[in-house]
């Protein structure tokens, strides 16, 4: 007994030094492969009333047997694991030994339990708690690698500077939770427009840096920067649910393209800033593409 003990022990330990969830759930996955000859793994985490699926053996998990094992980790969350086997003689041996693997997973659950947790507040970090979207923390230490990537395979970039028309004016004119209720809808908008695999950062106050990665060419780009000034510009911002009043703002947009106008993070930022500069001397509404033969006579100063 002492032996399976210290091997349990020595197996999480091995688990609390992984980096990622999903060799977590690997590693508990061959873990149970290896010693009690099961087919199949899936692993669900039920917290606050949602339901996640965070590992799946494989797609096809419709074997002939099955046994389940709930673990609560907290009052609130709960890790679900289901085992899977083609094998009675195998579901017979799980069976009888389920006490102990149930001891077994509430052991390594844990482990992959801090480690989610560990994920959540690292997230949080990184997440502006108005818009739901990045926040200035996430370039510093994610997007020079997205870059990196990017460039090694090469792919281009496109990076969008996002500024609300005159957002100090609703400010000015109503209060700051109006002016959050603005962001959090365009944010919105913004959101729908573009591909999940996009990346949309809180930069400033009015402004948002949209990060649209693997580009086909410009036109793509110019076609979802003109379909997010048209949309938010038709989007009401509710001011007085009571009166019905509402409002309308509008956007305007700096383009630049990675690496074409910059390879450096600094660099490719500030031309989105000088694309947007002059995007808002056109008037409301209005885009510009940077174009490097231009940069010595815009003078953001």
Do not use: W
């Amino acid at each position: 007994m002492s032996n399976i003990c210290e091997t349990i022990i020595k197996e999480d330990e091995k688990l609390k030094l992984l980096t990622s969830i999903d060799e977590i759930n690997r590693n508990i996955y061959k873990y149970l492969v290896t010693h009690y000859k099961i087919n199949g793994l899936e692993i669900i985490i039920k917290k606050n009333n949602t339901i996640e699926k965070i590992f799946e053996s494989d797609t096809n998990l419709d074997h002939e047997y099955d046994m389940s094992i709930e673990l609560l980790k907290s009052t609130k969350a709960k890790i679900h694991i289901k085992i899977f086997t083609d094998d009675k003689t195998v579901l017979d041996t799980l069976n009888e030994n389920k006490d102990h693997i149930h001891i077994i997973l509430e052991i390594f659950s844990q482990s992959l339990y801090n480690k989610l947790l560990e994920d959540s507040i690292s997230q949080l970090r990184l997440i502006d708690s108005i818009t739901g979207a990045y926040n200035r923390t996430f370039i510093d230490g994610y997007l020079q690698k997205i870059l990196d990537l990017e460039l090694r395979e090469n792919k281009k970039v496109a990076f969008v500077k996002i500024g609300i028309d005159k957002f100090k004016a609703v400010i000015d004119e109503f209060d700051y939770s109006m002016g959050d209720k603005v962001l959090k809808t365009l944010s919105e908008v913004i959101k729908k427009r573009i591909r999940s695999s996009d990346i949309i950062i809180k930069i400033d106050s009015g402004e948002f840096l949209v990060v649209l990665l693997n580009i086909n060419n410009l036109d793509s780009v110019t076609l979802i920067v003109e379909d997010l000034i048209e949309i938010f510009s038709k989007t009401s911002v509710t001011v007085n649910e009571e009166q019905g009043f509402i409002l309308y703002k509008t956007i305007c947009a700096g383009i630049s393209i990675f690496p074409d106008n910059g390879d450096t993070i600094d660099d490719i930022i500030k031309h989105s800033d000088i694309a947007l500069y002059e995007a808002r001397n056109l008037g409301r509404s209005k885009y510009f593409v940077y174009k490097d033969e231009e940069v010595n006579s815009i003078d953001l100063f």
